[in-house]
Structure formats: structure tokens, C-alpha cells
């Protein structure tokens, strides 16, 4: 019984976080926060890229997620993980 609840909460947690998470760090709807930790790393991949950020890289995947949201298969994913990690922090 304890094992199912940490696994919905587990779960329900990782499909509620990431867009929490994204906004703290700076990944917000309206683009990049001024002075954020995403600031800071989208100023050192510019500098490491010649000015500008690679398309498709995990910087450029975050700012489509802070921005659109996640897509019900990332969704999906998120809160499988969760679940799982869940699962096994509920068997030690």
C-alpha cells in the first residue's frame, strides 16, 4: 500500500515539477530571464558557439519546453520516470 502511494505521488510530481522547475531556473513563456542561471548558460554557449546556441541542443530542447510546454509524450515520459524512481525509493 505505501508502494503504490510514493509511486502516484512520485508520479504526479514529475509531471508537475518540470514546468515549475524550468521557470526557476529561468526557462519561462515570455523567453530567457534577465540574470537567470538559463542567462548565464545561454551567454557561455553563445561564446563557446561562435554567438549563437545549437539548434537541438538540450539548452535550445529546454527553452521549447519553458516556452510551449511539454508535449503529452514528454509528459508521459516525465511521469514514468517519476513513477519509477518513486518505486524504487519506496523499496529501500
Known amino acids: 500500500c505505501v508502494s503504490v502511494t510514493v509511486l502516484a505521488i512520485a508520479a504526479g510530481a514529475g509531471v508537475v515539477s518540470p514546468p515549475i522547475v524550468l521557470g526557476a531556473i529561468g526557462f519561462t513563456s515570455a523567453g530567457i530571464a534577465a540574470g537567470s542561471y538559463a542567462?548565464?548558460?545561454?551567454?557561455?554557449?553563445?561564446?563557446?558557439?561562435?554567438?549563437?546556441?545549437a539548434a537541438g541542443s538540450v539548452f535550445s530542447?529546454?527553452?521549447?519546453?519553458?516556452?510551449a510546454g511539454?508535449?503529452?509524450?514528454?509528459?508521459?515520459a516525465v511521469g514514468s520516470v517519476g513513477g519509477a524512481v518513486g518505486f524504487l525509493a519506496a523499496l529501500i
Open 70 to 76: 511539454l508535449s503529452g509524450a514528454a509528459t508521459a
Open 39 to 53: 542567462a548565464s548558460w545561454m551567454s557561455a554557449a553563445a561564446i563557446a558557439n561562435g554567438g549563437g546556441v
Open 61 to 67: 530542447l529546454l527553452q521549447s519546453a519553458g516556452m
